[in-house]
């Protein structure tokens, strides 16, 4: 019986699961990062973003949307634009994102291989 309670205690939070469902994809904390700035068009997210296709770009903006993280307003034009905020919820990520950024700055210093001391 004990066991299985252990078992249950190693278990990922949901709350972290679903935070990784989102923030796991590739470019969703690259878009947030870049909105925290402020609100951005759409072809100015993408120029912030090498490498991102428009596609790509589409759907994480969807998604972080039907998350409640980004909303998207149309400004009426011409010509017709797209622009993108963060929604309060969307905001509330800044300082957990600038403590990744600190992590990533300490333990990732050579863009991703980690150091020994971070191996242990």
């Given at each position: 019986?004990?066991?299985?309670?252990?078992?249950?205690?190693?278990?990922?939070?949901?709350?972290?699961?679903?935070?990784?469902?989102?923030?796991?994809?590739?470019?969703?904390?690259?878009?947030?990062?870049?909105l925290l700035a402020g609100p951005?068009?759409?072809?100015?997210?993408?120029?912030?973003?090498?490498?991102?296709?428009?596609?790509?770009?589409?759907?994480?903006?969807?998604?972080?949307?039907?998350?409640?993280?980004?909303?998207?307003?149309?400004?009426?034009?011409?010509p017709l634009r797209v622009s993108?905020?963060?929604?309060?919820?969307?905001?509330?990520?800044?300082?957990?994102?600038?403590?990744?950024?600190?992590?990533?700055?300490?333990?990732l210093p050579d863009g991703g291989?980690?150091?020994?001391?971070?191996?242990?």
């Amino acid at each position: 019986m004990a066991e299985r309670g252990e078992e249950v205690c190693r278990q990922v939070d949901t709350g972290m699961a679903r935070v990784f469902e989102l923030f796991g994809k590739r470019w969703t904390g690259m878009i947030v990062s870049v909105l925290l700035a402020g609100p951005e068009y759409f072809a100015g997210l993408r120029r912030a973003i090498p490498g991102i296709s428009e596609r790509m770009l589409s759907d994480r903006l969807t998604e972080l949307s039907a998350a409640g993280l980004v909303v998207r307003e149309v400004d009426g034009g011409p010509p017709l634009r797209v622009s993108y905020r963060l929604t309060e919820a969307g905001r509330a990520l800044d300082p957990a994102l600038k403590e990744l950024g600190r992590w990533a700055e300490t333990y990732l210093p050579d863009g991703g291989n980690c150091p020994e001391r971070f191996r242990k």
